[in-house]
């Protein structure tokens, strides 16, 4: 006897995310880091900012999600969205 | 509407074509092996869910297949009748367990749950169900002996459902969206009942705002139940100093941060507690002024390089006395309790929902 049984997963929905285009040059660029509120994100964009300054970087945009586990609030967003690039912490 | 776009009748029930995809097998034993090879269960055998099951049960809890339970809010997952009704035969319920399973949905999508965060979280807490009202006895739920452990079909399963919609239905994949380092075994399950019967204190569910003789779920992120022991005095104050010390233990040596704790009182520390004339609201008060640590304390557990200069800040664990969950339940014997701490503070709160049971007949 065959039997038929369902899927039980849920498909995501909406438009897959996409990563924005790589920045090209760090030449002369901003670059905005979001910090996701865990306890080492803070010293590592510290180290990384002393790098990417090596690297021609001229300004950095630092900003704190109020909450790591909730989405980034929309005015944090649009603080952020005139950067050059944007490198966001996930997880621990 | 029928298939013509004609106007149903009164009489007619709609029939919502499944979504789900759907997978033929020889037999139960190889659709066991199915859901356990990619990896849809927690491990346990499951009840395979076929659509007359799951039809089964989405009629019981007269619900369309497409209707929607709740949204999952940080990644926007819409969560169907169908996806919850396939987690719950798969966990074992029968169909009378709907509408209590519906509740636990809806309030874990509580924007308050934060359901995304307890679920992706190093800290591995798990969704800790307390079912009050008409329907636990209704469907068979245990709040006496075992009360946090195997003694009901009911309890097993409802609390199971949970873990399932949350592994299949927003993808909490230990290793991938789950990235809890221990986790604890209430991540299998999780359910309790409130012993209404044997306790004169007010329901949790009543103390949240819901009338009483209604039924509702209370679901707490919550970590592993710490059990203690107290035989040897009848002062109530004697019997929750050592509830308030499992509480500072966790301050330290866990998390610093106040939030929704739940203590289940078992029957032998109600009965000193009632027996002095003491309510859940005196249990609350007294909790909240003696659950409290310094900064300093910390120092004695290793974790000194926290206190800073700060040692002499003091912590408490409840916000305020409401923060306090208390829960009736356990067998007869015994000076035993339990705490249940919180995931991470606030960052998780409590959700209290009534269970729809639309009609007597169910």
Redesign the interface.
């Known amino acids: ?10 498909d ?3 438009e897959p995310l996409a990563l924005a285009p790589a920045v090209t040059s760090l030449d002369g660029a901003t670059i905005g880091l979001l910090d996701n509120t865990k306890i080492g994100t803070a010293g590592f964009y510290n180290h990384l900012e002393t790098l990417l300054r090596r690297h021609g970087v001229r300004e950095f945009v630092r900003r704190r999600k109020p ?5 980034v609030p929309r005015d944090v967003l649009d603080e952020l969205a005139a950067v050059d690039g944007i490198i966001s912490g996930i ?2 | 509407m029928t298939g013509d776009g004609m106007p149903e009748t009164e009489n007619e029930v709609r029939t919502t074509p499944l979504a789900s995809a759907s997978y033929d097998v020889d037999d139960f034993f190889a659709a066991n092996e199915l859901y356990q090879e990619n990896g849809w269960t927690d491990g346990l055998p499951i009840v395979p869910p076929t659509e007359a099951l799951v039809r089964a049960c989405l009629d019981r809890a007269r619900l369309h297949a497409d209707d929607l339970v709740g949204v999952e809010p940080v990644r926007r997952r819409r969560i169907t009748a169908e996806k919850v009704a396939i987690a719950a035969v798969m966990a074992g319920c029968r169909g009378e367990y709907m509408p209590v399973v519906l509740a636990v949905v809806r309030a874990m999508c509580a924007p308050e749950f934060g359901l995304h965060g307890t679920t992706a979280s190093t800290g591995g807490s798990a969704p800790f169900i307390v079912v009050n009202g008409p329907i636990r006895r209704a469907i068979g739920m245990n709040a006496t002996h075992n009360a946090l452990a195997n003694a009901s079909r009911a309890n097993a399963t409802i609390g199971r459902t949970s873990r399932l919609v949350i592994l299949n239905v927003l993808g909490g994949v230990p290793g991938r969206l789950d990235r809890s380092t221990l986790g604890h075994p209430g991540k299998f399950t999780f359910c309790v009942a409130e012993d209404e019967e044997e306790s004169p204190w007010t329901p949790l569910a009543v103390e949240r705002g819901v009338p009483a003789g209604e039924s509702a779920v209370t679901v707490l992120a919550g970590g592993a139940p710490h059990q203690l022991m107290n035989e040897w005095t009848r002062d109530p104050r004697q019997v929750l100093e050592t509830y308030a010390a499992t509480m500072r233990a966790n301050l330290l040596t866990y998390s610093i941060w106040p939030g929704n704790y739940a203590i289940v009182i078992g029957r032998q520390h109600r009965d000193v507690l009632i027996a002095a004339g003491w309510s859940k609201h005196d249990v609350r008060e007294y909790v909240h002024e003696r659950a409290r640590v310094t900064r300093g304390d910390w120092r004695g557990v290793g974790k000194a390089a926290v206190v800073g200069g700060k040692g002499d800040d003091v912590h408490a664990a409840l916000r305020s006395p409401d923060d306090l969950l208390v829960v009736a339940a356990g067998g007869p014997a015994g000076g035993f309790g339990a705490v249940v701490p919180p995931w991470y503070g606030t960052k998780s709160l409590a959700v209290t929902m009534r269970v729809e049971t639309g009609g007597a007949d169910r």
């Open positions: 006897m065959t039997i038929r049984v369902l899927d039980p997963r849920l995501p929905e909406g909450d790591l586990s909730r989405p997880g621990d």
